[in-house]
């Protein structure tokens, strides 16, 4: 970084840096939460397709234990949509971090053609 940067171009650099990171922040999450749905996407279409009286069990720490297959089928459903309300969220979210960061790109680059030994 040249020397001659302004405290304000200095700023928007570093503004920039952390929207980046932010932006990745949140698409890591949102990915995530898209794995943790298609995981319970699995898990309803097999709780779905088991018998009525088949044992089901769920994981509570470190243990295993045993529910019913419709509380449990609920349980699933319940969180997968949360998980989705979520996704949708995290999606508009990381959004508009792109428009900020791009725009935040713009002003950088129009002013760093006035910086002397930038370009």
């Known amino acids: ?22 932006a990745q922040m949140i698409s890591m999450q949102r990915q995530q939460m898209e794995m943790k749905m298609e995981e319970n996407k699995i898990a309803i279409e097999a709780l779905e397709a088991a018998k009525d009286d088949a044992p089901v069990y769920r994981q509570i720490g470190a243990l295993m234990i045993q529910t019913d297959k419709k509380s449990m089928l ?28 791009n725009a935040l790109q713009a002003q950088i680059q129009a002013a760093m053609k006035n910086v002397p030994g930038a370009q």
């Open 1 to 22: 970084m040249p020397e001659e940067l302004s405290p304000q171009m200095r700023s928007q650099l570093m503004q920039f840096d952390q929207l980046r990171q932010q």
């Open 74 to 101: 609920e349980k699933v459903k319940e969180e997968n949509e949360t998980l989705e309300i979520r996704a949708k969220t995290m999606k508009a979210q990381e959004e508009k971090a792109v428009e900020r960061l």
